[in-house]
């Protein structure tokens, strides 16, 4: 079964510009979170999806947002980038959306914002 | 709130010898907790889960962790260090009624000495 798998994996953006991220969980699962991951503050959650309805929202402005479509595919939307946004982006698939269910993570997009 | 704290942003082994990378929670409600690793360039892998059921959680490669309510702690260990074990550790918790979505600690980056 292929894993999670996200696009690009790299990205270099400008200050102001807007960007889309995009991940395709496993073959099966309806539920997708999304992460970002810097040295300073460590992995925050973004928002969840389930069933294309978004279940959680981290504590994150309003420049952040995300999508599900029917296949279960999710994109997010940064929108007027800034430098702080530099950061490796991950996505996690599970079957379910709790906590029981095993989360399964993509090798992540790594965006940096010059 | 929940809230994870993992002590020691860097720990440094020899090979063969223990590793303990120490994880405390905090949380109002009974706790899930999750143990995991993240390679260079990688995304996140799941090494372990406890869930509520024993106490003693054994996971993948060797790693295995207690859950100990009256210390609010859940210690990663692995009794013989592996170079391959070099890696970035992280302890996730979430509520165990599973609605709510991981928070995790800073990370413990695994040095292992040959």
């Known amino acids: 079964k292929a894993g999670v798998t996200q696009t690009p994996r790299y990205l270099i953006k400008t200050r102001g510009q807007q960007v889309t991220l995009s991940c395709s969980p496993i073959?099966?699962?309806?539920?997708v979170s999304w992460y970002q991951q810097t040295p300073g503050q460590g992995l925050q959650f973004l928002f969840e999806?389930?069933?294309?309805?978004?279940?959680n929202k981290g504590n994150f402005p309003g420049r952040f947002s995300g999508r599900q479509f029917s296949n279960s595919r999710s994109e997010m939307n940064v929108s007027t980038l800034e430098l702080g946004d530099s950061a490796l982006y991950l996505c996690?698939?599970?079957?379910?959306?709790?906590?029981?269910?095993?989360?399964?993570f993509g090798p992540g997009t790594r965006l940096t914002v010059t | 709130a929940q809230s994870v704290t993992q002590l020691g942003s860097h720990v440094s082994v020899s090979e063969g010898a223990l590793v303990l990378l120490r994880c405390n929670y905090s949380s109002s409600v009974p706790p899930y907790l999750f143990w995991y690793v993240q390679y260079p360039n990688q995304g996140l892998q799941l090494l372990l889960k406890y869930t509520s059921a024993a106490t003693l959680v054994k996971g993948i490669n060797g790693f295995e962790a207690e859950f100990k309510k009256s210390e609010t702690s859940f210690h990663l260990t692995k009794p013989s260090a592996h170079m391959s074990d070099a890696a970035e550790y992280f302890c996730?918790?979430?509520?165990?009624?599973?609605?709510?979505?991981?928070?995790f600690g800073k990370g413990t980056r695994l040095s292992v000495i040959a």
């Open positions: 073959s099966g699962h309806r539920s």
């Open positions: 996690a698939s599970s079957s379910s959306p709790t906590a029981t269910y095993e989360q399964y």
């Open positions: 999806y389930f069933s294309e309805t978004q279940r």
């Open positions: 996730a918790v979430s509520y165990a009624s599973g609605n709510t979505p991981l928070v």
